[in-house]
């Protein structure tokens, strides 16, 4: 196998697209329009979250078919998050992902509803499971729930909200975010983990680093591209948390220490692969990815 974990992308892509296909229901089954909003709200992007399930799994000698509904179930509560984060009452957005959101596409009332419908499918995706034995499938519904609740995901998104107009200190600026992006980022590393019966703890803390370490980074250089006027990892609005007063890693610490700081986090990510050695080179080349992206 390719060390070069590009060469499998496709492959993880098309694997994923099926798990969610096969998942949320056609848009021809009733109540069809809410169907067809849940498949427009979950098409595209860059599926950085389930592919870093696959790229541990690599890492963790795991098989294909474990991998498939974490992947997926991180994918729907992602694409859930984005759906609620778009809405007028929260960031009101009008573009996710180059294309109209789904409160713009359909109605704001669908929207919610997405979204509550892709939460409780993610949930779903990983009890039936057949790939994956009870007890692993049972504490990844709990790992999941965890990150994206009101102590993970949920909570750095009230933050977020109830941060506007406000000058955060970097420590509470990293708080939110490690909440509100590194959370789900983390959970992905750790689903992967749940399905090793026999996994390692140093091994474990490793990925767990890695995920906290990249999650910092990204949304770093997400704020940095979004002060450059790049439209940001998701094709939404450039400069939407600056016009709404929000605190950024810029605006705390200035765009050439952000800088700085999003390259040392990237460098400790790698760093604390080295336990896994030249098994480790699929999370190492997503690491490399994510810091060279563009937009």
């Not at 996710?96 to 929207?111: F, I, L, N, S, V």
């Not at 992905?188 to 990925?207: F, G, I, K, R, V």
């Not at 998701?234 to 610490?253: F, I, R």
Request: net charge negative.
């Amino acid at each position: 196998m390719s060390t070069d974990f590009s060469h499998r992308l496709a492959f993880y892509r098309e694997r994923l697209q099926a798990t969610l296909d096969a998942s949320i229901p056609a848009d021809d089954i009733y109540p069809a329009r809410l169907h067809q909003a849940m498949r427009y709200s979950a098409e595209g992007g860059k599926r950085l979250r389930a592919l870093l399930v696959y790229a541990a799994g690599e890492v963790l000698n795991l098989h294909v078919d474990h991998l498939d509904a974490p992947a997926c179930a991180v994918e729907l509560i992602h694409a859930y998050s984005l759906v609620h984060d778009d809405l007028p009452a929260m960031d009101d957005d009008d573009l996710r992902r180059g294309r109209p959101t789904c409160h713009k596409q359909y109605d704001e009332a669908t929207a919610i509803l997405v979204g509550d419908g892709l939460q409780a499918l993610a949930f779903a995706v990983l009890a039936r499971a057949a790939a994956l034995p009870a007890e692993a499938r049972l504490k990844m519904v709990g790992l999941l729930a965890d990150a994206a609740g009101s102590r993970g995901m949920v909570g750095g998104q009230a933050v977020d909200l109830a941060s506007e107009n406000q000058s955060l200190s970097l420590p509470e600026l990293e708080a939110l975010h490690i909440h509100k992006t590194g959370a789900l980022i983390r959970a992905s590393l750790a689903l992967a983990c749940s399905a090793q019966p026999d996994l390692l703890a140093t091994h474990e803390y490793a990925l767990d680093r890695y995920g906290k370490l990249i999650g910092l980074a990204y949304q770093i250089q997400d704020d940095v591209l979004d002060i450059e006027g790049a439209a940001g990892e998701l094709g939404k609005t450039a400069g939407k948390d600056v016009a709404a007063h929000k605190s950024t890693y810029p605006s705390v610490m200035g765009l050439a220490a952000a800088k700085q700081r999003a390259e040392e986090l990237f460098d400790e990510a790698r760093s604390v692969l080295s336990i896994f050695g030249d098994q480790a080179l699929p999370l190492v080349w997503l690491a490399d990815h994510i810091q060279g992206r563009r937009h």
